[in-house]
């Protein structure tokens, strides 16, 4: 049986980032706009929160149960190490997607746009579909494309659009920079499991695309978000605030140059994940010291 110990590390902690920097970049951005709403924005964060919770107990249900994490370099996985038993991390997953609908919910009644409605349920599906059922896009190389949508441009334009009734320059630059951000964690991650994937017959993009253009990948999704902050300090020059993440991505660009890996890359994932999170900070700020 699993210890509390063990499943707060199922739920891999160190994802998290993925989940805060998208609500807090779109309440920055609805800050900007003069519509920014407490209870609102709090609700997005409990969706965003236990969507991903529940789509990294999934996984690691998924996986398991299809022995793909029988030989693991990364972090405790519930299933695979067998501490806990299949149905019982397939049911915390369920909880974390009924937490995450409740509260999507409660936040579309109070913006009014009921249609949102079905863009939380398409993301449920996306989240237990990544590795679960029978073709898991996840296994398919669309695991990075999925988190860019969801962790970025549904993330960030959905906390806006919820408080605001509308979108912004800055919401859609946010989203943009977001969803790299979110994607490069993935590609590092996969990146690291390549030759596990491999023999397990996952093919994610980094598998498919091979090692090299994987790490090459990783670079250009990076440099995206420091990018959209030179172009949108043309307006607000409290947005170069973001360049401050930037050295912590110095460690982490340097392994992948010089071609690190396996365990070597585990902190590549978490210093990845602490720049974005980083990036969204300074940039939430920037546009509340902007939009006074």
């Not at 029978?134 to 190389?141: D, F, I, Q, V, W």
């Not at 912004?168 to 630059?173: A, E, L, Q, T, W």
């Not at 992948?256 to 210093?271: C, E, F, S």
Request: proline share 3%; net charge positive.
């Amino acid at each position: 049986m699993a210890t509390v110990a063990q499943w707060i590390e199922g739920a891999r902690p160190r994802t998290l980032p993925n989940a805060i920097a998208p609500v807090l970049v779109g309440n920055g951005a609805a800050y900007a706009l003069g519509a920014f709403d407490l209870t609102r924005g709090v609700l997005t964060l409990v969706v965003a929160l236990a969507l991903i919770i529940g789509v990294n107990f999934a996984n690691d249900y998924s996986d398991g149960v299809r022995g793909t994490d029988d030989v693991r370099v990364g972090p405790l996985r519930l299933v695979g190490s067998k501490v806990a038993k299949p149905t019982t991390v397939r049911l915390a997953a369920f909880v974390c997607f009924g937490v995450a609908a409740v509260a999507g919910v409660a936040v579309t009644v109070l913006s009014g746009s009921y249609w949102l409605i079905g863009v939380g349920a398409v993301c449920i599906a996306a989240a237990w579909f990544y590795t679960g059922g029978k073709r898991p896009y996840g296994y398919a190389g669309l695991g990075e494309l999925a988190v860019f949508i969801c962790f970025g441009l549904i993330a960030v334009l959905g906390t806006l659009y919820v408080q605001a009734g509308d979108f912004s320059g800055y919401g859609i630059g946010g989203a943009v920079a977001i969803g790299c951000f979110s994607s490069a964690v993935l590609v590092a991650n996969n990146l690291r499991d390549i030759p596990t994937d491999t023999e397990a017959g996952k093919r994610t993009l980094a598998v498919l695309i091979g090692d090299q253009d994987t790490r090459n990948l990783y670079l250009g999704l990076v440099v995206v978000p420091f990018l959209v902050s030179i172009v949108g300090s043309l307006r607000d020059g409290y947005l170069l605030l973001g360049f401050l993440a930037l050295p912590l991505l110095v460690g982490s660009a340097r392994k992948m140059i010089k071609g690190v890996k396996g365990k070597a890359l585990i902190p590549v994932l978490r210093d990845t994940g602490l720049a974005m999170l980083v990036w969204a900070i300074t940039t939430a700020a920037a546009l509340v010291l902007g939009g006074r």
